[in-house]
């Protein structure tokens, strides 16, 4: 018997501390959630299952951090992007390993699982991306 997960944010990250990118798909109208939500964004329903999502795609679009928050404050500066994977699906994160100088639009990442956590907010595992 398998195990039906919620479709929620706290469920992406379990899948996260378990370094699987999973999307939430629509079994009425094929649409696919990324970060998944508990319903269709397009059609409504509740007829969900959750697929695997490639782990590499290209940069879309990009900033440089130089102010951060407290808990994020050893990194600066950081960079954060939005990456684009197969299906048009995007996600945004922290990319790791690359410079302002070296970061281009288009250029290919993968995501990546950081076992860290934090007593402060974020406290679960995090994923971040780097160069594919």
């Given at each position: 018997?398998?195990?039906?997960?919620?479709?929620?944010?706290?469920?992406f990250?379990?899948?996260?501390?378990?370094?699987?990118?999973?999307?939430?798909?629509?079994?009425?109208?094929?649409?696919?959630?990324?970060?998944?939500?508990?319903?269709?964004?397009?059609?409504?329903?509740?007829?969900?299952?959750?697929?695997?999502?490639?782990?590499?795609?290209?940069?879309?679009s990009?900033?440089?951090?130089?102010?951060?928050?407290?808990?994020?404050?050893?990194?600066?500066?950081?960079?954060?992007?939005?990456?684009?994977?197969?299906?048009?699906?995007r996600?945004?994160?922290?990319?790791?390993?690359?410079?302002?100088?070296?970061?281009?639009?288009?250029?290919?990442?993968?995501?990546?699982?950081?076992?860290?956590?934090?007593?402060?907010?974020?406290?679960?595992?995090?994923?971040?991306?780097?160069?594919?």
């Open positions: 018997m398998s195990v039906e997960y919620p479709f929620t944010v706290a469920t990250y379990k899948f996260i501390t378990e370094k699987k990118l999973k999307a939430a798909k629509c079994d009425n109208c094929g649409s696919v959630l990324l970060p998944p939500k508990p319903m269709c964004t397009t059609c409504f329903s509740v007829n969900l299952k959750w697929i695997d999502v490639n782990n590499t795609g290209k940069l879309l990009y900033t440089v951090i130089h102010v951060a928050p407290e808990q994020f404050q050893s990194m600066v500066p950081y960079i954060v992007g939005i990456i684009e994977f197969d299906g048009g699906l996600l945004p994160g922290i990319i790791k390993d690359v410079t302002s100088e070296q970061i281009e639009i288009g250029m290919k990442l993968k995501i990546d699982f950081d076992e860290t956590t934090s007593d402060n907010w974020p406290k679960w595992n995090r994923y971040f991306f780097r160069l594919a």
